[in-house]
C-alpha cells in the first residue's frame, strides 16, 4: 500500500535527521529530553516548576511544538530560560527535521538541558525520533488507568513517566496499583515520578534525576 | 510536496467514502454522531451513561475506534447494545472507509442513534469525515482552559461539547467564563452541555437533547 511504504521512507529520512541532531546535542553536552502527553496533561506546567526547582543550577532551554499558537512559549519564556516555538501548522507531531531547525536558532545560547515539548497527542509523537536523549511522558491522574494499554508504543518508549495531577488523586478512580502492573508488563525499566504541577508535590525529585542524569551526560560526552 | 498532494489526494478518497456513508445512514433512518476528545477525557463513560439514560426510549449502536485494544467496546457491550470494534493498529484516527467497514457488520440491527467513538486524539481525527451528522467534542476539565485556542479545528467543526469531570471544577483552575469566551470566538452555535459521568450530573440534559436530535432526523428523511 502507498501510505505504508511512503510513511516507512518518511520515518526513514526523519530518523537519519534525528541522528544529525542527536550528535550536535552530544556536541553541546547537552541532555536532549522529549516531553510528551495527551493535551491537557501539564506538560508546560511541570516544565515551568522544573525551572523554577532548577533554579539556576544548570542552564535550560526549551523548544515549544505547538500546532499554531505561542502561548505556551510564552509561559516558558516568563521563567527566564531561552525558548523556541515551532508551530507544526495543524502537523499532529514534532518531527526531527523541524527540531534541528529550531535548534539552529537556539544553539548559541549556552545549555545543558534541552527540554523539546511535543504537541499534546499520544499517538503520532511516539513514531518519530527527535534525537533526544530520552522520553519523558505525562499522564494525569485525572484520564483514567487504561492509557498504558490503550497508547502502549508512547509508553514502552519512555524513559521517565511523570504521573501529574496526584493531588486530584482522591476525587478519581486512579490505581496506582494498576499503572505499576500495566508498566511492569511493557517497560519495567521506567522511572515514575508522581508529581503535581499545581502544588509543587514531587517536583524535586524529578528535578534531582534530571540532575543526575545532566551530570552523566557531560562525563560521557 | 509529495505529503501535502498525497493527504489531498486521501482525504479527497475519504470524503467519497464518507458521503457513501452518510447516505446508508440516511436510509436507515438514523442519526450519526462522531464522538472525539484526548485520551482520557471520558468518551466511553459518558457513552455508559448515555445508554443508562436513554433506556430503552431509542434504539442505540455503537462503533469503538481504538488503536489495539476491545476495552471500550467491552465495557458498551455489557450496557445491551450492538456494537463493533474498529482497530486502527496503531493509527491516529477513524476514517471513512472503516467505518463503512464496520458499519456493514451492525447494519442487520435496527437504530436510530449511531455513536462512531473516535481514537483519543485531538488532531488527526478532526480532519476525517465519516458520514456522520454531527460532532460531538468532550474535553474534561483537568485538561485546563488552553484546549480550545491550541486545536481549534476540532472545536469549530463540534456541534455539541460535552465539558466532562465537571464535579472536579473546584479542584481545578478551569474557567467556565472563558470556555465561553473561546468558543463564541470560533464556533458560535456550538450547544455545550456541562456533564460528569462519574456522578452521572447533566446527562440527562445531553440525553434529552439526542432524543430532539433522532426525532428530527426522522422526520426528515
Redesign the interface.
Known amino acids: 500500500m502507498?501510505?505504508v511504504n511512503?510513511q516507512t521512507k518518511?520515518l526513514g529520512a526523519n530518523e537519519l535527521i534525528a541522528m544529525q541532531n542527536h550528535k550536535r546535542f552530544d556536541e553541546q553536552g547537552l541532555l536532549a529530553i522529549n516531553l510528551m502527553s495527551?493535551?491537557?496533561?501539564?506538560k508546560t506546567s511541570i516544565l515551568e516548576k522544573t525551572i523554577e526547582a532548577l533554579g539556576g543550577k544548570i542552564q535550560i532551554a526549551v523548544i515549544e511544538g505547538?500546532?499554531?499558537?505561542d502561548?505556551d512559549a510564552r509561559r516558558i519564556e516568563n521563567k527566564g530560560v531561552p525558548v523556541i516555538q515551532i508551530n507544526t501548522d495543524?502537523a499532529?507531531h514534532l518531527d526531527a527535521s523541524m527540531v534541528g531547525k529550531a535548534f539552529e536558532d537556539i544553539s548559541a545560547h549556552s545549555m545543558n538541558l534541552l527540554f523539546i515539548e511535543n504537541?499534546?497527542?499520544?499517538?503520532?509523537p511516539a513514531e518519530f525520533e527527535l534525537g533526544e536523549d530520552c522520553r519523558a511522558v505525562v499522564i494525569?491522574v485525572?484520564?483514567?488507568n487504561?492509557?498504558i494499554?490503550?497508547?502502549?508504543?508512547i509508553f514502552q518508549r519512555a524513559k521517565v513517566v511523570l504521573v501529574n495531577?496526584i493531588?486530584?488523586i482522591e476525587?478519581?478512580?486512579f490505581s496506582i496499583e494498576q499503572l505499576k502492573e500495566d508498566l511492569a508488563r511493557i517497560n519495567p525499566d521506567v522511572r515514575v515520578f508522581y508529581v503535581s504541577a499545581?502544588t509543587g508535590q514531587g517536583i524535586d525529585a524529578w528535578a534531582e534525576w534530571l540532575l543526575e542524569e545532566v551530570a552523566r551526560k557531560r562525563t560521557k560526552v
Chains 1, 2 share one sequence.
Open positions: 502507498v501510505k511512503l518518511l495527551s493535551p491537557g496533561s501539564g505547538d500546532l499554531y499558537t502561548q495543524g499532529c504537541v499534546g497527542n499520544l499517538v503520532c494525569s485525572a484520564e483514567g487504561d492509557k494499554t490503550k497508547y502502549p508504543l495531577k493531588d486530584l476525587y478519581t478512580d499545581r
